[in-house]
């Protein structure tokens, strides 16, 4: 190894997570077994995140597909394409992954069309394979290669879920939000806000969290957190930066505004 690529690796930030519980070793197990995994939990709880701090660690390259309602195995597996006067055959994210042992992250899943949960299928059971049926050609997966995907179960609920065959093809571990010393941890570390203000963040956000009865579609997350973090290291004033970072993506009920906001206002 030479100094340009010591140099190199020097650069590369090693993502920071704090681990809640055995999450770090079951992917390890995971991966060792060549394990599919699966990572449930609400929105903003670090599963993103995770994955990437365990690509990192087990040295790995990681790439991403934020699924929505149009995502459909043809973006994943690939296409022809017209190239000057020929057609040519571009691998999707997928193959690529396939073929070259590198760990893909489906996230939010059960958003993407039906086909995509069919063309994987083949990869989450002892086969391993990927079939490509405009080549007509299958695919065995990399001895490195891992599939791992996300999804938030509490917003899928009554919307698009995960039949039970699809889940009980993965491992699967449940995210949630950190216990309040870990999460003001994790404030700090991502933001350098003070403690005191990295306290009063948390407290916001258990009390929200809570309010079970306003039947927000989501509540407070992490991200957000660390997002009001950041506004206030860099010198918005607190009430402000809570509002605009945690009150008011959650709702656009103006009363509801008020009233969290006013909740904001009495702990910082």
């Not at 073929?99 to 995509?116: F, M, N, Q, T």
Request: charged share 25%.
């Amino acid at each position: 190894m030479n100094a340009v690529t010591d140099l190199i690796e020097a650069m590369v930030t090693v993502p920071y997570y704090k681990s809640t519980g055995k999450e770090i070793e079951v992917f390890k197990h995971a991966y060792q077994n060549q394990l599919p995994i699966l990572i449930k939990g609400p929105t903003g709880t670090g599963k993103s995140r995770f994955v990437e701090f365990m690509a990192h660690t087990l040295g790995k390259n990681i790439i991403t597909i934020s699924c929505h309602e149009e995502t459909s195995s043809t973006d994943l597996i690939g296409r022809y394409l017209i190239k000057g006067a020929e057609t040519i055959w571009v691998d999707g994210p997928l193959t690529l992954a396939v073929k070259e042992g590198a760990i893909i992250y489906l996230d939010e899943i059960a958003e993407a069309r039906p086909d995509v949960i069919v063309a994987i299928h083949s990869l989450t059971d002892h086969r391993r394979e990927l079939y490509i049926d405009k080549l007509g050609i299958t695919h065995k997966a990399h001895h490195d290669f891992m599939l791992v995907a996300s999804f938030n179960p509490s917003y899928q609920r009554g919307f698009k879920e995960l039949k039970p065959s699809t889940r009980q093809r993965f491992i699967a571990l449940s995210f949630n939000y950190p216990e309040a010393a870990i999460e003001t941890e994790i404030i700090i570390n991502e933001t350098n806000v003070d403690a005191d203000d990295a306290k009063k963040l948390v407290t916001i956000a258990n009390k929200i969290r809570n309010l079970t009865e306003l039947s927000l579609t989501e509540t407070v997350s992490t991200r957000l957190l660390v997002d009001a973090g950041k506004l206030i290291y860099t010198g918005l004033p607190k009430r402000l930066a809570a509002r605009v970072a945690i009150v008011e993506p959650l709702t656009d009920e103006l009363q509801i505004i008020e009233a969290l906001a006013d909740l904001c206002n009495l702990i910082i």
